[in-house]
C-alpha cells in the first residue's frame, strides 16, 4: 500500500463523510502527527501525505499488502540482526548501524496505533472549524511575521506564498508544538518486525539510517509521530531524502530544529510536485440551480470560462482565477459551500490527497494573508455516518443494484458513483454525499 493511500485511509476512518477530513497533528483532538500533511475527497482513498510512496509522511492505521502477523518465527532483536546484514548490504557503515540499532526497542504501543480503526467519524466543517480555527490563524500571522525574512527568500526562490507554507506548517505540527515524540528508529523497526506493512516500513528505516549516515540528525533527535513521519513538517524518511533541503547552509537539512531548512524544504516538496507560481488555490463559489452535482470531482476538469458558462460564480467580492484545467468540489454535498479549484490545489493533495487536508491548507493560508474564511452554509444539522453505518449503506446500496464494490465503511468514489446512482433514481439531488436521512431511505423496502 502506497504511503499516500495508508494515511489517507486512516484519516478516512477519523474523519467522516462527505470529504475526508484530514488529521494532522495539532490540527484535532484525535491528530496523529504526520506530514504527509493527509486526507481525502468524500472520504476518498486515493493518497497520504500525497504523493503516492513519496509521500512527506505517513500515519497509518489499515493494512497494506504485506498482511503476514507478527513475527513468531523470530524475536525482535533476531529481526534486528537480520535487518543490520540487509543494511550492511546496502551500504549502511558498521558505526551508523551501532548509533542506530544498538538500543533499538520494539514498541508494543506503535502497533496499538497502527492497528486501531476509529468507528467515529467527524463532519468536514467541524475538522476545518479546528484545522483553521481563529487561534490558528492568529499563530500563523505570528509565525510569519517571526520569520519574515526567511519566508521571503523561500517565497522568492520557489514561489510558494510564504502564507501557504506556513498554513502547512500549522496543521502538520501546530507550528512545531506537536511533531511527536516517537523514535522514527523505533517506530519503524516495531512495524517492519510486527509484518503487516513490512516492506514499506523497512524501505523508511532504511532510508532514516541514511538521513543519520549523512549527518543530517542523530539518532536520538530523529523524533516524529508513531507512524514515522517527522518533524515540523511530517516527512517520512524517503520524502526527507527526496525533498528536503538545507535552507540555512549550515550543511545539514534539519526539518526538526532549523525554521530556514523547514520551510525550504516545504516549498520544495510543493514545487517538485508540480507548484505553478503565481497561481492561487482557487475560490469559493456558487452553483446554479439544477447543476448537475455528479461533476463535483476532481476528476472532473475544464476551464474556469466553461464552468462560467454553466452558471457558477465566486462568491460575493471575490474573482475567478483563469485556470485551464479548474474542478468544482462540494464536500458537503448540495447542501453546502462549493470551490473551484485548480492545479495548486492539486499540488497541495499530493502532500496529503485529501480534499479535506487541502481545502484546511488553502483556507488557513488564505485567512493568514487577511482574506475570508468560508462564506456559504455548512448543514451542521447534518450527523456523519459511523463506519458500521457506512458499511451498511454500502451493502443497502449493492443489495438494491448500485453497485459500490465490497463494503468497507469508507466513502470513495465507487461508493460516491453508486450512491449518486440510486439518488437520481429515487429523484434526490445525486450529491453522493452520505448523511442518517438517506440510510433511513435506503432502509426502506421501497426505496
Known amino acids: 500500500m502506497s504511503v499516500t493511500r495508508a494515511r489517507t485511509l486512516m484519516l478516512t476512518l477519523l474523519l467522516g463523510s462527505g470529504v475526508m477530513q484530514g488529521c494532522q497533528a495539532g490540527a484535532s483532538p484525535s491528530s496523529q502527527t504526520s506530514s504527509t500533511p493527509q486526507a481525502a475527497s468524500a472520504n476518498e482513498v486515493s ?10 509522511v505517513a500515519d497509518a492505521s489499515a493494512p497494506g499488502r504485506d498482511d503476514q502477523m507478527p513475527a513468531e518465527r523470530e524475536s525482535f532483536d533476531q529481526w534486528v540482526s537480520e535487518f543490520r546484514q540487509k543494511a550492511r548490504a546496502q551500504g549502511i557503515t558498521p558505526a551508523t548501524l551501532d548509533e542506530a540499532l544498538a538500543n533499538v526497542r520494539y514498541q508494543p ?38 520569520h519574515r525574512s526567511t519566508v521571503d527568500q523561500v517565497q522568492n526562490r520557489y514561489g510558494v506564498p510564504g502564507s501557504v507554507i506556513t498554513a502547512i506548517w500549522g496543521i502538520e505540527s501546530n507550528y512545531g508544538s506537536n511533531f511527536g515524540s516517537f523514535s522514527t528508529i523505533d517506530a519503524f523497526a516495531t512495524l517492519g518486525y510486527e509484518g503487516r506493512r513490512h516492506a514499506f516500513a523497512e524501505e523508511q528505516l532504511m532510508a532514516a539510517l541514511r538521513i543519520i549516515q549523512e549527518g543530517d540528525i542523530d539518532r536520538d533527535h530523529m523524533l516524529g509521530s508513531w507512524a514515522g513521519a517527522m518533524g515540523h513538517t511530517q516527512f517520512i524518511p524517503t520524502s526527507f531524502l527526496a525533498y528536503a533541503v538545507d535552507g540555512d547552509n549550515d550543511g545539514r537539512r534539519d526539518i526538526w530544529g532549523s525554521i530556514p531548512d523547514v520551510m525550504a524544504s516545504t516549498a520544495n516538496y510543493l514545487v517538485k510536485n508540480g507548484w505553478q507560481r503565481g497561481q492561487p488555490w482557487g475560490v469559493e463559489v456558487t452553483l446554479p440551480d439544477g447543476f448537475d452535482y455528479t461533476r463535483t470531482e476532481l476528476s472532473t476538469r475544464q476551464s474556469t470560462q466553461d464552468w462560467q458558462a454553466q452558471g457558477v460564480r465566486p462568491v460575493q467580492g471575490q474573482s475567478m482565477p483563469a485556470f485551464d484545467q479548474a474542478s468544482v468540489i462540494a464536500p458537503a454535498g448540495a447542501q453546502g459551500p462549493a470551490f473551484l479549484v485548480g492545479p495548486n490545489f492539486r499540488v497541495i493533495m499530493r502532500y496529503n490527497n485529501a480534499t479535506s487536508y487541502a481545502l484546511a491548507v488553502a483556507l488557513l493560508s488564505q485567512r493568514i494573508d487577511g482574506g475570508p474564511g468560508v462564506q456559504g452554509n455548512w448543514p451542521r444539522g447534518l450527523k456523519p455516518l459511523t463506519r458500521s453505518q457506512t458499511k451498511e449503506m454500502q451493502t443497502l446500496l449493492n443489495q438494491k443494484g448500485f453497485g459500490t464494490g465490497t463494503p468497507d465503511g469508507i466513502m470513495g468514489p465507487n461508493t460516491r458513483e453508486g450512491l449518486r446512482a440510486w439518488q437520481r433514481s429515487v429523484g434526490r439531488t445525486p450529491d453522493g454525499f452520505p448523511s442518517s436521512s438517506v440510510l433511513e431511505a435506503l432502509r426502506q423496502p421501497s426505496s
Not at 126 to 134: C, G, I, K, P, V
Open 47 to 56: 493518497s497520504d501525505k500525497g504523493i503516492g510512496t513519496s509521500s512527506p
Open 109 to 146: 504501543r506503535i502497533i496499538e496505533l497502527d492497528r486501531s480503526q476509529p468507528e467515529f467519524t467527524r463532519a468536514i466543517w467541524e475538522y476545518l472549524d479546528s484545522a483553521a480555527s481563529t487561534s490558528r490563524v492568529d499563530n500563523g500571522r505570528q509565525k510569519l511575521a517571526a
